[in-house]
């Protein structure tokens, strides 16, 4: 009966089988299933279904792509993952800017796999990876946008990105990452980000993901952070069919500050899941996170935080709260707050909702002239307009809060029947 | 006095034998009234009496079961049509707890209101430098500053402050009729003479008012062409500021209320 149980929390992967073994690997490899804890309320049963393509090389062709991106006010250092492959034109902007170094890197960093399968695939299928290293008591004058687009292509494809990013002590980065897609053709991003800020370093790291309603999209963020560091995040969601966000952070050095936070603005049948874990290893480290969940149609959105202080982890204080607002009758909010402490001294609170839109403010708009749906659409973007002040960068704010904004107005039936 | 009422063809507002529960209590019974244009008329009653519920079922807010009667506004079926269109139709209500809306600073809330109203009416949309330019005015007679209009809409906004922007609303909007529902409770002297000045300012032969209230203290400042007391859901007294004097000195005892309800 054991091995049943076991094979129960394994789905099968046909595409990671073959192209394992056409790498010669003969590492086990397969996809969670709803029966681990972690993937209860995310079902990859689809993606195991989708016979996914090698990534052909030779169809690399940004010029000739229709799309258009905001820019950075102020300007940015662009690196382009084109179908998830490094543009390296775009590397020779990189050679001299004092205290930058950006290079292609051979293999994925130096991630202890564990016993997921995502991060095994993406080292193992060694997609193109890159290595970012910001020397010593370095102010980058503009920030880093990662940019991974994918374009048009007749079969579904698949590709593992990696990017490690170092911050040595005393700087202090920005990171946008803006995932987007050219058409609505099905393809299968995951990815892998390993950070690694000293002492004394700051880091503010901006996830936007906008991506088709056939997209795929597993991104895992492992960060560490040093002594008296600062790592700030803020993630946005609002498309890919199924997307999985996951942070594994440490704080490992004393006064290191973490702040996550993010949204999803999803509808139509898509699944948005932030899983974080965040670990006290140090004392007097804070930790903070705040996600804002709007659903409509027959989405889902999951939001797991966990929290582990460790023994050695005193004084130390932490802060959760997630919250989902559901403008559907037939949209799910899976929740999942988790505290796991081992040190005697700590502060730490956790909070969970799930609501609706509140009735009074919204015959409070109507009364004064707006549709039902242009009194949603306002709510909303006051609830988000106080979340967005969540990040620190004034030009990744407003990038944020255009994204989410057309968005929303593209997107009416997000508003729903309620 | 009571003056008597203007003899247009048909009354801005006609409500008939209205009768409106909410769950399984009836709070309005058989309650009539007519507000034709340029009138201010005034409901008083004592607590409990079916005041807000009169404001909130005329203004289209759910959770009101309408019985019985019938609600003519400028000749259309009211109770056919949605909270927007009532306001864009010309009616306004004045809040008596102006909702709190997080995020939203009170400015753009203006203009998407004001804007909502002159496109369904078919007028140009206002641009957000035309808009400042018409607001200016206002905003100063309702004392209103610049960093009041960034402030999120009546989040941290004191008693007085969200009584004035809910009149600079009603300046805005420009209704034909405004149910102002005790938009003097929780005022000061001070904020309530501002108030009411507004409120003055803006009467107008097109303009009726129906004013509710508890004290005669903003009766003071605007005059009403009809006073009316509501008593368990029906208006059982209309009268003129002698039924004030009455009130003001022996309370609703001294109107004989249960008396009046049986005539």
Known sequence: MATTSKKKKKIDFPYAKKAFADHGLKDEIWLPSTQNEYWKYTNLSSLSRIDFFKNPNNETNLESCEFSIDPYEGGSYDIFFFNGHIVETFLENFSDIDGLSVSLSGNQGNVSIDSNPLILMNQKLKGDSINIEVSQNTILDKPIRLIFFSSKHRNPVAWHPGVNLKINRGSKVEVFEHYLSESNDVYWCNSLLSIELGQSAELDHYRLQEESINAWNTSYNLVSIGENSQYENFSLVTGAEMSRNEINLELNGRDSICSLNGSHLVDSKRVSDTTTQIIHNAPYSKSQEKYLSILGGNSRSVLQGKIIVAREAQNIEGEQLLRSILLSENAEACTKPELEIYADQVKCTHGATIGQLDDSQLFYLQSRGLNLNDAKALIINGLMNDHFNLIRSKEARDLMRGAFESSLRGNLEILGTI | ?263
Not at chain 2, 234 to 250: A, F, H, P, Q, Y
């Open chain 2, 1 to 263: 006095m009571v003056k008597d009422h203007k003899e247009s063809s048909l009354p801005l507002l006609s409500i008939n034998s209205l009768q409106v529960s909410v769950e399984s209590n009836i709070i309005l019974k058989d309650f009539s009234l007519s507000v034709s244009e340029g009138e201010v008329h005034v409901i008083m009653g004592p607590n409990g009496s079916g005041k807000s519920t009169l404001s909130h079922v005329l203004a289209g807010k759910d959770g009101y079961n309408i019985i019985d009667g019938k609600i003519d506004f400028n000749g259309e079926d009211l109770l056919s049509l949605t909270p927007e269109e009532r306001a864009c139709k010309g009616m306004f209500l004045g809040f008596q707890y102006p909702v709190e809306i997080p995020g939203v600073p009170s400015g753009t809330f203006l203009k998407e209101a004001v804007n909502s109203v002159r496109k369904y009416r078919g007028e140009a949309e206002y641009d957000a430098m035309q808009f400042l330019s018409l607001i200016k005015d206002v905003c100063k007679t309702m004392d209103i500053s610049d960093q009041m209009l960034r402030r999120p809409l009546n989040v941290g906004f004191s008693g007085g402050e969200k009584k004035r922007h809910e009149i600079l609303q009603m300046a805005l909007l420009e209704p034909s009729l405004a149910i102002l529902d005790e938009t003097d409770s929780g005022l000061d002297i001070d904020a309530l003479r501002t108030v009411a000045n507004g409120i003055n300012g803006l009467l107008a032969p097109n303009r009726s008012v129906i004013l509710i209230t508890h004290y005669q203290r903003m009766l003071e400042y605007i005059k009403p062409d009809f006073i009316h007391i509501l008593y368990e859901g029906k208006i059982v007294l209309t009268g003129g500021m002698e039924l004030v004097e009455t009130l003001e000195k022996d309370g609703y005892a001294g109107l004989e209320l249960d008396s009046a309800k049986k005539k």
